[in-house]
């Protein structure tokens, strides 16, 4: 590939070099990551025609092998005005890694980086989140402080770098702060008492027990969601018997017990209207108080990633009981 390439980067006739790349490249039925490796620290004789070989390949490439070259050239020798391009082509999957590693290379704007966060599949934000969690700036610890967690590419080790980077037991400790950042908060801290080689993540966080101190004394202003209930009973849960016990057992003590009172003080949410209805069947009050159990159980289950029997589920049934009905009025 590298003899292949090599001469083609320096011909100033881009059109005809863009072609015979092309034909090059599918001729030897290689992948595209073979292109990258080949094209890391190729050397490149006349940086000026590689660079405009490069915005051609990336402007007009009719496969992803040709893209990515130009991407490659980019990554060295690009300019503020390619950076369009290169957050377009972001939104191809086989393509996210490549453009990210050369917008990080050419130090742009994070808000390049956010905007293709916001539009990218899930599968490139793994990346993305660990890119702009390396910038020190408001526009990144503002995007990253509403990351989204639930796509499954934050995992306890991203968790704690943008924790890290958002500061995130300083800015729980202001004065005003949203119940969306408390929310996220608690999501982080949750999501942090993953392994990672064997290990807990949360005792690699080093501000973790003022975090959560931080976090279970905000906790009150949570509105009474179902989210935000899985959210506190997992953090609760960490904080009794999790990894975080491992951090100060003695110190958290008081901790677990004020996060257990705003657990039994938060508003059960309301059923919904066709509570009393499944599929499309009549159900008497006792069948329908286990089928409304069995769905707060099982939806906690899957936000917390506990067991859905047990001393939690069986914790979570005594507080989640539908509504009783007395006098003709819901209590």
């Not at 905000?218 to 904080?239: E, F, G, I, K, M």
Request: charged share 25%.
């Amino acid at each position: 590939m590298r003899e292949i390439l090599a001469p083609l980067l320096s011909d100033p006739n881009t059109v005809r070099a863009a072609d015979e790349i092309h034909r090059r490249l599918h001729t030897l039925g290689i992948q595209d990551r073979h292109v990258q490796a080949a094209m890391a620290d190729l050397p490149l004789e006349d940086t000026a025609a590689a660079c405009a070989l490069g915005r051609r390949l990336t402007r007009t490439g009719t496969s992803t092998l040709t893209v990515s070259v130009g991407i490659a050239l980019l990554a060295r020798l690009g300019k503020p005005e390619d950076f369009p391009y290169l957050k377009v082509l972001g939104l191809l999957r086989v393509l996210a890694r490549p453009v990210i590693g050369a917008l990080t290379a050419l130090d742009c704007p994070t808000a390049a980086l956010v905007w293709l966060a916001d539009h990218a599949e899930s599968r490139a934000l793994r990346h993305l989140i660990d890119a702009i969690a390396a910038r020190d700036d408001h526009d990144a610890r503002k995007w990253l402080i509403n990351a989204p967690l639930d796509s499954g590419a934050v995992g306890p080790s991203t968790a704690r770098r943008i924790a890290e980077a958002v500061q995130l037991a300083d800015i729980l400790s202001e004065e005003q702060i949203d119940t969306q950042v408390v929310a996220q908060a608690g999501r982080l801290l949750s999501r942090m008492t993953g392994l990672r080689d064997y290990q807990p993540e949360i005792l690699s966080y080093q501000q973790a027990i003022t975090a959560y101190d931080a976090f279970v004394t905000r906790s009150s202003q949570l509105p009474p969601t179902l989210d935000h209930y899985a959210t506190l009973l997992s953090v609760a849960l960490d904080l009794h018997s999790g990894p975080s016990v491992l951090l100060d057992s003695g110190g958290l003590q008081g901790l677990t017990g004020l996060a257990e009172g705003r657990l039994d003080r938060q508003v059960r949410p309301q059923p919904r209207r066709n509570e009393y209805m499944e599929n499309g069947h009549t159900l008497d009050k006792q069948s329908a108080r286990r089928t409304s159990n069995r769905r707060s159980v099982c939806a906690i289950s899957r936000r917390t990633g506990r067991p859905r029997h047990g001393p939690t589920a069986s914790r979570a049934r005594a507080v989640l009981q539908p509504p009783r009905t007395t006098g003709g009025r819901r209590t």
